[in-house]
């Protein structure tokens, strides 16, 4: 019986420094020359982790939290964000001085030149401040945009918006904005249909609060020891620290390797 298994990737195929672990890496080679699918599910953008890829021949992923899956190579489902509700979250960050980074599959512009929040957020994944077009997404598929704000100015967005987009905090100073109900979970759906797998023979890892719906949606979902405490009453198996073989004794549980 065929399986497929999806890896998030901060936290989880990286650890904290950004470094893919020895023991990961191989733990991969393993679940491939036995004959699993393997794809990435992960809140960054395709242009973001194409290098892991290639380090661990990978060609399918879910990106975006769920917006752009692409099943080896072929783009089989987008979600792109609403303009004009864009538009109108848009003009409310203005006037709160919020700044905002929109991405679509090739790269992210910002809307303000220097910032101190997105090269904080940025940096935190080893990206630079992204370059400034204010007027990027005016005229292209956005598939998910950074907010930049504190935690205390959150309930704003999220009760003003909540009906349009979905907020999810991944650092003290941003938050993803979605199309509403796009998920992780929505993007392997899709993966799976084309494959025609039952989701009792999917498996996903995670430690974020991005993972919530993945983790809780497919057949079985293995959480990292280094994850967010509310994640791991939803996991089928709570792994090691991901910097702790975490991956690979994850596998191992699950007698995928």
């Given at each position: 019986?065929?399986k497929?298994?999806?890896?998030?990737?901060d936290g989880?195929?990286?650890?904290?420094?950004?470094?893919?672990?020895?023991?990961?890496?191989?733990?991969?080679?393993?679940?491939?020359?036995?004959?699993?699918?393997?794809?990435?599910?992960?809140?960054?953008?395709?242009?973001?982790?194409?290098?892991?890829?290639?380090?661990?021949?990978?060609?399918?992923?879910?990106?975006?939290?769920?917006?752009?899956?692409v099943?080896?190579?072929?783009?089989?489902?987008?979600?792109?964000?609403?303009?004009?509700?864009?538009?109108?979250?848009?003009?409310?960050?203005?006037?709160?001085?919020?700044?905002v980074?929109?991405?679509?599959?090739?790269?992210?512009?910002?809307?303000?030149?220097?910032?101190?929040?997105?090269?904080?957020a940025?940096?935190?994944?080893?990206?630079?401040h992204?370059?400034?077009?204010?007027?990027?997404?005016e005229?292209?598929?956005?598939y998910?945009?950074?907010?930049?704000?504190?935690?205390?100015?959150?309930?704003?967005?999220?009760?003003?918006?909540?009906?349009?987009?979905?907020?999810?905090r991944w650092?003290?100073?941003?938050?993803?904005?979605?199309?509403?109900?796009?998920?992780?979970a929505?993007?392997?759906?899709?993966?799976?249909?084309?494959?025609?797998?039952?989701?009792?023979d999917?498996?996903?890892?995670?430690?974020?609060l991005?993972?919530?719906?993945?983790?809780?949606?497919?057949?079985?979902?293995?959480?990292?020891?280094n994850?967010?405490?509310?994640?791991k009453?939803?996991?089928?198996?709570?792994?090691?620290?991901?910097?702790?073989?975490?991956?690979?004794?994850?596998?191992?549980?699950?007698?995928?390797?």
């Amino acid at each position: 019986m065929k399986k497929i298994v999806f890896f998030d990737i901060d936290g989880t195929l990286l650890d904290h420094d950004k470094n893919l672990p020895d023991s990961t890496k191989e733990a991969i080679q393993l679940l491939q020359q036995n004959g699993t699918y393997v794809a990435i599910a992960t809140g960054r953008a395709p242009f973001m982790y194409e290098s892991l890829r290639e380090e661990l021949n990978i060609d399918s992923y879910v990106s975006f939290n769920g917006q752009y899956v692409v099943f080896e190579g072929d783009v089989i489902y987008t979600n792109s964000l609403n303009q004009k509700q864009l538009n109108e979250i848009l003009e409310d960050t203005e006037d709160k001085d919020h700044a905002v980074v929109h991405l679509n599959h090739e790269t992210m512009k910002a809307n303000r030149k220097d910032h101190a929040f997105i090269s904080e957020a940025m940096g935190s994944l080893k990206f630079p401040h992204p370059l400034y077009d204010p007027s990027f997404y005016e005229t292209r598929d956005i598939y998910q945009s950074l907010l930049f704000c504190e935690k205390h100015d959150e309930d704003y967005y999220q009760e003003k918006y909540g009906e349009y987009f979905t907020f999810i905090r991944w650092h003290q100073y941003s938050m993803d904005i979605l199309p509403k109900g796009g998920s992780k979970a929505e993007g392997i759906r899709s993966m799976v249909e084309k494959l025609g797998f039952e989701m009792k023979d999917v498996y996903a890892f995670g430690d974020g609060l991005n993972d919530f719906e993945m983790i809780k949606t497919v057949g079985t979902g293995v959480v990292m020891g280094n994850a967010v405490e509310a994640l791991k009453k939803h996991a089928n198996f709570v792994t090691k620290n991901v910097d702790e073989d975490g991956i690979f004794h994850g596998l191992k549980h699950l007698k995928l390797i």
